[in-house]
């Protein structure tokens, strides 16, 4: 839940955000040349200072969807006690957003998981690279076009026998 | 590797005296990865006390063990781990398969978990089970000791039997036949 005064403050500072609410949960969506700005807005002026999680949703084949990657940063504020989800969605080919890892150290992991399970790109991160699978591992897991299965690379190793010497 | 030995010394009691040596003194190399692991620990502990069966230390240096018990499943980023453990074993060495995870990939039929460690490793004794209780921890190192005296031999060459050398028939990849087109979901 977020301030009714939080929010007019927030839909004054940017105009181009899209405020909505959905059961007492308050979320923004806002385009990706907004996004480090309303971010660090919220941080510095609205004190949204916990970042929660950064994660992302596909939206292919999604009745209704007009744009394939949704990134969401979900903020709380330990003051006020007011949370937050901040979206940005993004298309094929322009997959980079600007890393919030000047804003909150804690985005480090959480935005190199996305972009090992999505391949969305950082601008600006530190140490962008995978983190839960193996480093030359190739595609993108979570991707609504990855089997579920994968392609073969779980059973990609040599087989060691019983031979002696 | 085991003892060389000329042509004409007869070894059929000293091979029941080398397995009965081996078998009542297999010590366990724990690669607990998950749940399983648990299990391990408590098969290990007072209650189900798996040094009563020879397993008096569980050794975490695979230079001092001579059983693998693969707990948990194995994902393929541990893959190569666990082949190098293995291969630091040294020979006499059996591994078993502890849980559904390690023997066949459990309930994780995902991009990441191995379908069973035993398209990559040799593995001896197969324990089912999420999480298999003590008790068939217990069985499966007994039917492995069980094994060990009927089979052993002195200088290893149970390992050569074609028996261990073949591929597992249910490891053969069968073809994957295309699914029809759900008629509700895109």
Redesign the interface.
Known sequence: MIESATLDKLKAAFPQALPSEFRSQARIVVPTEILFSALAWLKRQAAFDLLVDITCVDYLNYRGATDRFGVAYLLASAATNERITVRAFLNEPHLTVPSAVPLWEGANWFEREVFDMFGIVFAGHPDLRRILMPEEFEAYPLRKDYPLQGRGERHNFPVLSRDRG | ?AIELPENVVVSKLDALASWCRKNSLWPMPFATACCGIELMATGASRHDLARFGAEVFRFSPRQCDLMIVAGRVV??M??VL?RI??QMH?PKWCISMGACASTGGVF???????GID????VDMYVPGCPPRPEQLIQAIIDLQDKIQAEGTIT?EE??LPS??R?KRALIELPVLPSPPHPTL?
């Open positions: 590797m393929m980023k893959l190569p082949q293995w291969q020979e039929d995902t991009y990441a978990v191995v379908q398209r990559f490793i040799p290893g390992f050569d261990r050398q591929r895109r």
